[in-house]
């Protein structure tokens, strides 16, 4: 090996000795300048998150007729494809654990839809307040002037009426044009025969 090829070598070795000193030196002055500031002031308590007190204090317990609640409401729903016709009923009383799946599945729109500020009229809210839908949002018709598309995508139709938390609905479903599918989709769990 010639003389020039081995001092070249040893003064790489040397910068990057310096270069990984330098890096350390940086970390140790970020750590003792920086570090102080990122620990709480010495007179703060601090608690453990799972100690009882401060769990009970932040968390309240739900009750369990909040968990069961859901739609009160009486339907009758006329429903014909394809030549085919049928009339089937849906009677929700509020208590999830007795009612029949459609009426969770409607709860459950009816979530989705309350916490869609695109969804419905902002004056059909419920109390005027906004991410709580009133009972005849989910039945609410397509606006005229909204744009949709022409495309059919089923002779299914169907007219839904009755009582659904309070409010009178009346109103007819099909399925031809983007908008009038979305509201199917919605309410495919009243539209589709219920077992």
Not at 46 to 51: E, G, K, L, V, W
């Amino acid at each position: 090996m010639s003389h020039s090829h081995s001092d070249r070598r040893s003064r790489g070795s040397l910068g990057t000795a310096l270069l990984a000193g330098a890096c350390c030196a940086g970390a140790v002055a970020y750590a003792v300048l920086v570090g102080p500031s990122m620990l709480p002031p010495q007179d703060v308590q601090t608690a453990n998150a799972a100690s009882p007190e401060v769990l009970g204090s932040a968390i309240e317990p739900r009750e369990e007729s909040e968990e069961e609640s859901g739609p009160v409401g009486h339907l009758r729903i006329h429903v014909s494809d394809r030549g085919l016709a049928w009339v089937q009923t849906l009677n929700c009383t509020g208590d999830l654990a007795e009612d029949p799946e459609p009426c969770t599945v409607m709860a459950e729109a009816a979530e989705e839809l309350a916490g869609d500020p695109t969804a419905g009229d902002p004056g059909s809210y419920g109390n005027g307040e906004p991410g709580e839908a009133s009972a005849g949002e989910l039945f609410t018709e397509v606006r005229e002037g909204t744009v949709c598309t022409d495309k059919v995508y089923g002779p299914q139709e169907a007219m839904i009426e009755g009582v659904w938390e309070g409010a009178e609905i009346e109103t007819t479903l099909s399925r031809k044009g983007s908008c009038e599918e979305a509201r199917w989709q919605r309410l495919r769990a009243v539209t589709e025969q219920i077992a």
